[in-house]
Nanobody
Framework: QVELVESGGGLVQAGGSLRLSCVAS??????????MAWFRQTPGKERDVVAG????????YYADSVKGRFTISRDNAKNTVYLQMNSLKPEDTAVYYC?????????????????WGQGLQVTVSS
């Protein structure tokens, strides 16, 4: 069992930045074999993938809506994955979720993830 604890959400003005962090319980060996991702969800809509990262950080994925603005990274020694969000827009307002899956590689499908964080509210004011 892996627990994911997120931090770093909040309120920011448009054009500003936030960095989300997600710390996983368990050993570094376990964490380094997990594919990780960030999803987001707004009321009445499905939870969509924002970014994903492979076990070693060498492969990443970004939704078109965040390319060039968001950066996903991980530090396996700290069991932590990050989402650096720059040039934030009001449409980035959502609850952001950290997710982990067995098998080292990320996936774009919500159904492939085994573990979820509690969710963080990110609000971008115009």
């Amino acid at each position: 069992q892996v627990e994911l604890v997120e931090s770093g959400g909040g309120l920011v003005q448009a054009g500003g930045s936030l960095r989300l962090s997600c710390v996983a319980s368990g050993s570094e060996r376990i964490f380094s074999n997990l594919g990780m991702a960030w999803f987001r969800q707004t009321p009445g809509k499905e939870r969509d993938v924002v970014a994903g990262i492979s076990w070693g950080g060498g492969y990443t994925y970004y939704a078109d809506s965040v390319k060039g603005r968001f950066t996903i990274s991980r530090d396996n020694a700290k069991n932590t994955v990050y989402l650096q969000m720059n040039s934030l827009k009001p449409e980035d307002t959502a609850v952001y979720y950290c997710a982990a899956k067995q098998g080292s590689w990320y996936s774009r499908s919500i159904n492939d993830y085994d573990y979820w964080g509690q969710g963080l509210q990110v609000t971008v004011s115009s």
